[in-house]
């Protein structure tokens, strides 16, 4: 079975850093690209970074770029997401999610289920 | 970036109905565009994909269409399981990938 596992969330103060793995199995991670999707409490969903399937190429969202560092481990099939300066808007619950391709993020055919992050004092 | 406007924001339909919600791109996109399906408290779920392409095990009672700019999601005969929010996303012109902003069909 296709899955994606996601961990590492938590209540953060402003300014501190925290990091997201998600474990992928079922699939052959290292040919497809994957993506980084957030949803902050009651609202909709937001990009937030991509990562081709070799790790190669990244983009970020601009609302994290400098902030945000996405990365991947092929031969431990984990997906991370580094993220430091931590502000409130960056509550949500941030979800990983798969490409149906290697080198373009496209659209995602499978999410998990999500971990969430608090950003508060 | 590109903007996707998702019409209407909310509906309330009956089971049985057929629903059609909107989505227009801000520039055109061909057919680079796919429909989700979130229901509370889980992930979004893909339903359709290049506009109209149904997701393998997705019910045949959703279709998409529309290329360019104006795109549709129809449920052709509304259940129960179906009530749910859904998103359009464009994937032609990125970074960044961007969402629509969201319809909620609730219960009439």
């Known amino acids: 079975e296709v899955q994606l596992l996601e961990s590492g969330g938590g209540l953060i103060q402003p300014g501190g850093s925290l990091r997201l793995s998600c474990a992928a199995s079922?699939?052959?991670?290292?040919?497809?690209?994957m993506s980084w999707v957030r949803q902050a409490p009651g609202k909709g969903l937001e990009w937030v970074s991509g990562?081709?399937?070799?790790?190669?190429?990244?983009d970020y969202a601009d609302s994290v770029k400098g902030r945000f560092i996405i990365s991947r481990d092929n031969s431990n099939n984990t997906l991370y997401l580094q993220m430091k300066s931590l502000r409130a808007d960056d509550t949500a619950v941030y979800y990983c999610?798969?490409?149906?391709?290697?080198?373009?993020?496209?659209?995602?055919?499978?999410w998990g289920k999500g971990t969430t992050v608090g950003v508060s004092s | 970036a590109m903007q996707l406007t998702q019409s209407p924001s909310s509906l309330s339909a009956s089971v049985g109905d057929r629903v059609t919600i909107s989505c227009r791109a801000s520039q055109g996109i061909s057919s680079a565009l796919a429909w989700y399906q979130q229901k509370p408290g889980k992930a979004p779920k893909l339903l359709i994909y290049d506009a109209s392409s149904l997701e393998s095990g997705v019910p045949s009672r959703f279709s998409g269409s529309g290329s360019g700019t104006d795109f549709t999601l129809t449920i052709s005969s509304l259940q129960p399981e179906d009530f749910a929010t859904y998103y359009c996303q464009q994937f032609k012109n990125y970074p960044p990938l961007t969402f629509g902003g969201g319809t909620k069909v609730e219960i009439k």
């Open positions: 999610a798969k490409s149906p391709a290697y080198n373009y993020y496209y659209f995602m055919d499978v």
């Open positions: 990562i081709s399937g070799s790790g190669g190429g990244t």
């Open positions: 079922g699939f052959t991670f290292k040919k497809y690209a």
